[in-house]
């Protein structure tokens, strides 16, 4: 029996792409279940897709995870499959998209490149490796087929990891902490936790200073975004575990002026 599919990209709905490389899959593997984790990614950014995907694997069966968000297709960027622990198969761009999703899982445990996989759809085209290259190899991989004949093998420990920034904090004072990646509702999802604000003397129920590099607010820690006025920013834990600043049916982005990688001190008021 096939193994299911997990599919993330930023191809969107308007064009045939997304729908394509499941056609492809389809033809390979036909059995095998295609779960559309999400195609609404912003175009080209693969900080956003490796957070969406290591958000959404937590609650996904093992299987195979292909994702491609792929600005540098065609270029010397390499094109892998990789192995982790709990029978797990990754499938995508070597672009630090799959990184953070295989550090949620110890990390990889093989890799191969299959830029000249013997299962590639011929003639491969320089712009569309999704559907060339990875749906074949994750079709491939879903009927049980062994990564060591997809491709060559490399080091795991070469792929190419996204850096992200610690968070800094003064114990009872402030949480400095890095924007991850913003959703499509505009909300900020921190690099930091709950036990993060603990630490710093945060505390629910409480207003706070919230900092960034070209804006300042106040928010107040709450539970849910309802806990703030309309219009109103607030920091909570969202449904990643993260904390998060939003905007009472608002985007927080907009309004703080804050995008992945800036950072932003969080102080009690």
Do not use: W
Not at 49 to 58: C, E, K, R, S
């Amino acid at each position: 029996m096939a193994r299911p599919i997990t599919f993330l990209s930023d191809y969107g709905l308007t064009d045939e792409f997304a729908g394509v490389c499941r056609a492809v899959i389809a033809r390979i593997a036909p059995d095998a279940q295609v779960i559309d984790l999400s195609h609404g990614i912003a175009r080209h950014d693969v900080g956003q897709g490796a957070a969406v995907l290591a958000n959404a694997l937590g609650y996904s069966p093992a299987g195979v995870h292909l994702a491609v968000v792929d600005p540098g297709v065609g270029t010397e960027r390499r094109a892998v499959a990789a192995a982790a622990a709990g029978d797990r198969h990754f499938v995508g761009p070597d672009n630090g998209l799959l990184s953070l999703a295989l550090a949620r899982f110890g990390g990889a445990t093989e890799a191969v490149d299959i830029s000249g996989t013997p299962v590639r759809l011929e003639p491969v085209s320089a712009t569309f490796h999704g559907r060339d290259l990875f749906a074949p190899v994750a079709a491939h991989l879903a009927l049980g087929e062994p990564l060591a004949g997809l491709g060559e093998p490399i080091d795991a420990a070469t792929l190419v990891k996204i850096e992200r920034g610690e968070p800094e904090i003064e114990p009872g004072t402030r949480l400095e902490a890095e924007v991850g990646h913003v959703d499509a509702f505009g909300n900020l999802s921190l690099i930091a936790t709950a036990a993060d604000a603990d630490d710093a003397g945060l505390e629910v129920g409480n207003r706070l200073r919230v900092r960034g590099p070209r804006r300042s607010d106040e928010a107040v820690y709450a539970l849910t975004f309802a806990d703030a006025d309309p219009g109103d920013t607030v920091l909570l834990v969202d449904s990643a575990y993260s904390l998060a600043l939003a905007v009472n049916r608002g985007d927080a982005s907009c309004q703080l002026d804050l995008a992945p990688g800036d950072r932003v001190v969080l102080t009690s008021m």
